[in-house]
Nanobody
Framework: QVQLVESGGGLVQPGGSLRLSCAPSGRTFDYAAIGWFRQAPGKEREGVSCIKISDATTWYKESVKGRFTISRDNAKNSVHLQMNSLKPEDTGVYYC?????????????????????WGQGTQVTVSL
């Protein structure tokens, strides 16, 4: 599997912004879709956003819609997550990985592909 490397995290006040970046280590993306996932202390990892590499179709977790924007830069072989209007509940370690959608009666969830290769992640802390 291609190893993905995350960057761009940091400490920001509520209402602030951060831009995360994800790039493959030493190779180009060979996944159909790349997503961002986060894990807050004491909680399970959850899918935040997912983008189809071919046509840039995007999906978002409900709580980040209108605040987060995922994009891909094919020329630079990278995927980004622009996070605006950050809230303390956005705090966590953010990871990128190949993603897929799981559809249920209440809509969809963003899941990682089977047996994802998790990188080190990048810490995002939203606090005064």
């Amino acid at each position: 599997q291609v190893q993905l490397v995350e960057s761009g995290g940091g400490l920001v006040q509520p209402g602030g912004s951060l831009r995360l970046s994800c790039a493959p280590s030493g190779r180009t993306f060979d996944y159909a879709a790349i997503g961002w996932f986060r894990q807050a202390p004491g909680k399970e990892r959850e899918g935040v956003s997912c983008i189809k590499i071919s046509d840039a179709t995007t999906w978002y977790k409900e709580s980040v819609k209108g605040r987060f924007t995922i994009s891909r830069d094919n020329a630079k072989n990278s995927v980004h997550l622009q996070m605006n209007s950050l809230k303390p509940e956005d705090t966590g370690v953010y990871y990128c990985a190949a993603c897929r959608l799981y559809y249920s009666g209440s809509g969809y969830e963003i899941w990682p592909m089977v047996r994802p290769s998790w990188g080190q992640g990048t810490q995002v802390t939203v606090s005064l």
